[in-house]
């Protein structure tokens, strides 16, 4: 089954505590990237990758780290979380065809951050 | 700045209604569009790509007006199982690295 998967899908942490979202794909996808999401502001990019070792910030990178050491992952690094990272974070990928009116983003299921 | 709003929301609606929702985006350079629905909590799943000669997919109706930079999308005859949020989405890059969301328009569709 096609499907992009996301661990852990919740987590409570605590301010400075180092920690990682992980982000698979299994369609052999080029392009992933990760967004948060919070009330009334929709999604928002925070890195995306087109393709291993090529990674790029989004609309809000502060504050993040990614990786794409191999093309199936993508994880999600915060070095020192804060409170504000709060958030529902969103793994996604697309095949990138290159004909954009039909690339179609698939979506992870969600990792739900608290930091307190 | 980049932007891509939508009607504010939330919509209550009587099923069996027709529903429009509309969408407004700031970069007339933009690729590409699109419709997701998200249920609560859950992620957003693809409802339907849009087309500058619009498109259907039964009961959904999709428009582009690229002069106005204007989307919409029509939901004729509303079931109960619609009730989700509707997400606008604008692909700004050639090869899907600058997806843009809007903020999302809440539906509700009441017995």
């Known amino acids: 089954e096609a499907q992009v998967t996301q661990n852990p899908r919740y987590l409570i942490t605590v301010t400075g505590k180092k920690l990682t979202v992980t982000c698979s794909q299994n369609m052999n996808h080029e392009y992933m990237s990760w967004y948060r999401q919070d009330p009334g502001l929709g999604l928002r990019q925070i890195y995306y990758?087109?393709?291993?070792?090529?990674?790029d910030k989004g609309d809000v990178p502060e504050g993040y780290k990614v990786s794409r050491k191999e093309k199936r992952n993508f994880p999600l690094i915060l070095e020192s979380p804060s409170p504000n990272q709060t958030s529902l974070y969103f793994c996604?990928?697309?095949?990138?065809?290159?004909?954009?009116?039909?690339?179609?983003?698939?979506f992870g299921p969600g990792t739900r951050l608290t930091v307190l | 700045r980049k932007e891509v709003e939508q009607d504010p929301g939330p919509f209550n609606v009587p099923e069996g209604a027709t529903v429009a929702f509309n969408c407004t985006y700031s970069?007339?350079?933009?690729?590409?569009f699109f419709w997701y629905r998200q249920d609560c909590r859950k992620e957003p799943k693809l409802l339907m790509s849009v087309y500058s000669s619009g498109n259907e997919d039964g009961r959904f109706t999709a428009q582009l007006n690229r002069a106005s930079q204007y989307i919409s999308l029509l939901i004729r005859d509303s079931k109960l199982s619609d009730s989700a949020t509707y997400l606008c989405v604008v692909n700004e890059g050639w090869y899907g690295q600058n997806f843009v969301f809007g903020p999302g328009t809440r539906l509700s569709v009441l017995p």
């Open positions: 970069n007339s350079a933009s690729q590409s």
């Open positions: 996604a990928s697309t095949e990138a065809s290159g004909r954009a009116s039909t690339d179609t983003q698939y």
């Open positions: 990758s087109m393709n291993v070792e090529v990674t």
